[in-house]
């Protein structure tokens, strides 16, 4: 009887577990979210990766029913707020992070160590931009096109130099892919930032840069920068008289940076798939989508997985460029 009793115990102890089990997803998606969410940008205010998460903090804030909080945490190109949600948060969905294509895929190669693991330590929610970056220069170089800055970057006592946001940065690159592909040497010049390296740019103190779209358009449509090509396999619909790389000659160069949200590693998939969902609904409305492509890129959304693969082959095919450039960062 005894032994009876136990075996009825325990099975039912199974079956509550296993029930348990299945209904755990389910509740941490309805208690989710149930206080407020920090959103961390891993670079500092103004760029536009503070700006994507500035136009979902209200967004997110209304349809979560919970106040979202940027919170800019810069550093380490991007490693410091990276790291602060893969091993620092806790993994109960209300810390996200701005994942950026730097951190993300780029600094496992030029870090010689790194705090965390991308690919291990986080997980993907949603991927939420590609940006083109178009190649421009000061007007004083007098180029109106690639084949010509090409040509001067040969030219014999060329002292020519490009700017970026900093070594590893999409800018850099960029910069790096183009010279290993024409066979030139312009001269890299690293920045603490994109807006320092833009505004010297501007001001006439370096010659070239890759930047960001949406940084760069005012510029150029006020004619301080004359911009040669962008950097995507499509025109930009921001600069639609301006030819792709491939179109201006360069072929088989494609190069752009993108962004999404992460959380980490551990966080319930019920939880991932509610923000996703969410974001996906965001994406979905006219107004916001025309708030969205006027920072330079097209809505990119979809799911979870897709995001997940895409981090995963950019580590390879950039981190391929960073080895070729040769760049680390101790």
Request: charge should be positive.
């Amino acid at each position: 009887m005894q032994r009876k009793t136990f075996l009825k115990t325990t099975a039912l102890i199974a079956l509550c577990s296993g029930l348990w089990g299945a209904a755990a997803p389910a509740l941490a998606q309805d208690n989710w979210p149930s206080k407020t969410i920090r959103f961390v940008v891993p670079y500092p205010p103004g760029g536009p990766t503070d700006l994507m998460a500035r136009l979902l903090q209200g967004e997110l804030t209304s349809r979560l029913g919970v106040a979202v909080m940027v919170d800019n945490k810069g550093g380490a190109g991007g490693n410091l707020g990276s790291n602060e949600v893969a091993k620092i948060a806790p993994a109960d969905g209300h810390t996200l992070l701005l994942a950026a294509s730097g951190p993300m895929a780029v600094n496992p190669t030029l870090y010689t160590s790194m705090p965390f693991n991308p690919l291990t330590d986080l997980t993907p929610v949603i991927q939420l931009s590609s940006f083109p970056l178009v190649l421009e220069v000061h007007p004083s170089l007098g180029i109106k096109n690639v084949k010509e800055l090409i040509a001067l970057a040969k030219a014999p006592k060329s002292n020519l130099s490009f700017a970026s946001a900093g070594n590893g940065t999409p800018q850099h690159l960029a910069g790096e892919l183009f010279n290993t592909q024409m066979g030139v040497d312009i001269t890299h010049i690293p920045y603490k930032g994109a807006g320092p390296a833009l505004n010297d740019l501007v001001g006439g103190q370096v010659g070239v840069m890759f930047d960001i779209l949406g940084s760069s358009l005012p510029h150029i449509q006020s004619g301080k920068l004359v911009p040669l090509a962008v950097t995507s396999a499509k025109r930009s619909a921001q600069l639609p008289n301006v030819p792709t790389m491939a179109e201006a000659g360069v072929t088989g160069y494609e190069f752009t940076a993108w962004h999404g949200i992460a959380m980490r590693a551990g966080t319930s998939p019920a939880i991932v798939e509610k923000l996703n969902n969410t974001l996906n609904a965001i994406f979905k409305e006219p107004e916001f989508r025309k708030k969205w492509e006027a920072i330079g890129t097209p809505v990119v959304a979809g799911t979870a997985a897709q995001f997940g693969e895409l981090i995963k082959r950019d580590t390879v095919r950039l981190g391929k460029v960073v080895k070729a450039s040769g760049a680390t960062v101790d």
